[in-house]
């Protein structure tokens, strides 16, 4: 995209982890960043991170499970700033009872309603938008799970990353014609808050061998930047000490 014009970014689960992460580098990079989620203390706090190095940024309120609120927070970013370029979803969660064997419904339901679901909400918001502009990006922060069945994060979450995949490259294939652009996103073992969610938290010294967040916000910022005739598809991204490849159980 060009640096002429107003850019501006809507980035769900935008408080933490690679959300935040996204924001702090568009930020940098002279996007106007709108970031939700759906705890307002959270927000508050990387607003005023953000801010104070200079960023133009904003929070509103959001859980994306609900189809109306997406569509209204959609609705008052284009009131404000009368476009939105791109799209970053980011919001997601996963559950500690993940496997077959303790896995309930209200689980089940929890992980489909944001993971999945909020992500088609939010892209569905910003259609009209980005269409009447012929101009627009959707990141869809996926995993790892998407594209490998793991054990470890549990049939929920795998399942709706992997729907979330799928919605990506459905979404590429009806909307090239506007000139619009999905990636998903496909990151392995990010050092981000969720992990603490897990069975068996991961130690420091794991984490440190992950992803970081700022290599996430780098690659949201990287796709953003791309031309309008260029589509990224998906990327997939793991840490060099992928232990996917040597922990087939749940860590």
Known sequence: MSNNKKRVAWITGGGSGIGLA?????AKEGWTVVISGRRKDVLDEAVASIAKSGGKIEAIVLDVSSAVDAEKVA?????KHGRIDLLVNSAGVNVPKRSWDDITTEGWDKLVDINLSGVMYCMRAVLPAMRAQKDGVIINVASWAGRHVSKMTGPAYTTTK???LALT??????EFKNGLRACCLSP?????????LRPVPPSAEDMA????????GRTIAFVASMPAHACINEILISPTHNRSFVTPTML
């Open 22 to 26: 996204g924001a702090q580098e568009l």
């Open 209 to 216: 061998k992950m992803l970081q967040p700022e290599d996430l």
């Open 188 to 196: 392995g073992e990010v050092a981000t808050p969720i992990l603490k």
């Open 75 to 79: 609705k008052e970013i284009v009131a």
């Open 162 to 164: 992997h729907a979330v």
């Open 169 to 174: 490259h459905s979404f590429n294939m009806d």
